[in-house]
Each structure stands twice: as C-alpha cells, then as structure tokens.
Nanobody, 116 residues
Framework: VQLQASGGGLVQTGGSRRLSCAVS????????WAWYRQAPGKQRDLVAR???????NYADSVKGRFTISRDNAKNAVYLQMNSLKPDDTAVYYC???????????WGQGTQVTVSS
C-alpha cells in the first residue's frame, strides 16, 4: 500500500496549510491514523492522531494550532495547520497509528517549509 500525502508547500510564518492523505478503503477502515513529521537531521515524530471514532490527540508543540480530521466516506485523513512557525518546517507523512504495529511504508511525504 502506498501512502500519498499532499498539500505541502512554502508558507510564511503565521500562515496556514491543509494536508491531505488519501488511502484505499481496505487499508483505511477501522484503524487510527496519524500525521508524523521529520525535520532535517531529526527523527520522525508524531504530530497528531485520530481514532476510528474521531478522538484526537496532539503533540504539545502543535496543540491549539493544528487540527487532524478524517473522512471515512472518502478514506482520507487531513491536517489543518494554522499559525505556522519555522519550527514546523519538515516533511509530513501520514500512516496508521501506531506505525510500528500497523503502519506501512512511509511514502515520500509532503514538504512544508515555513519562512520567517
């Protein structure tokens, strides 16, 4: 299964971006999903996760600024990012949560660059 995240790009500090991840239904249904990010020279970190029922959890660094959502009818998961900061610059990936147990290969991710 290939995961394709999209929606990244260059944005100024304080700006917004919405990331999308579309997945095949058979791989999407009945699992929690998450967004992860990896900044240059750093490990991949969990940003936000959402259960099949819609419960969410966020990394402290993005609480109040990012919102994860899912559309089960479209087999898609989204990440709305507001009030972006240069520290949010990273490649963003979607995958099942937890990825170590239920995830698949990461795909290319989508680059988000926040300029100061």
């Amino acid at each position: 299964v290939q995961l394709q995240a999209s929606g990244g790009g260059l944005v100024q500090t304080g700006g917004s971006r919405r990331l999308s991840c579309a997945v095949s239904r058979s791989f999407f249904d009945n699992f929690a999903w998450a967004w992860y990010r990896q900044a240059p020279g750093k490990q991949r970190d969990l940003v936000a996760r959402i259960t099949n029922g819609g419960s969410t959890n966020y990394a402290d660094s993005v609480k109040g600024r990012f919102t994860i959502s899912r559309d089960n009818a479209k087999n898609a998961v989204y990440l709305q990012m507001n009030s972006l900061k240069p520290d949010d610059t990273a490649v963003y990936y979607c995958n099942r949560y937890p990825s170590s147990t239920y995830g698949t290969s990461w795909g290319q991710g989508t680059q988000v660059t926040v300029s100061s």
